[in-house]
């Protein structure tokens, strides 16, 4: 089991808004994509950080998104489509998106639309 699993989704979720504010992006942004992926609402999002919900928690209750298949590409070098565990897929997916708004990808991509 890594140790990303009991990690709190909390201590993360700042790290990806402030990779996205260096590079211009917002915060706003961030909220977004994650609740597209996990089907939470921002209401929902915020419950979890304040709980210092674990990110295996997190995704346990979350009623992912069924266009999350759709994310492709590499994260730390790792296919996101070929992630055996389910979890550390879904934790994979939320990195490849945050990676795209950093990168300054047009929103409506980013969420397949």
Known sequence: MSRIFTT???SVYTLYIAKVERKGRS???VETVTCWLTGYSPEQLKAH???QTTFEDF???AP?????????GTVCGIRVEDVADPL???IRYLDKLVD???KGRAMDKILRS
């Open 8 to 10: 709190a989704f909390a």
């Open 27 to 29: 915060a706003a942004e």
């Open 49 to 51: 950080l304040d709980a």
């Open 59 to 61: 995704f346990a209750q």
């Open 64 to 72: 992912m998104n069924p266009a999350a298949s759709l994310i492709t």
């Open 88 to 90: 550390m897929q879904q």
């Open 100 to 102: 795209e708004i950093a």
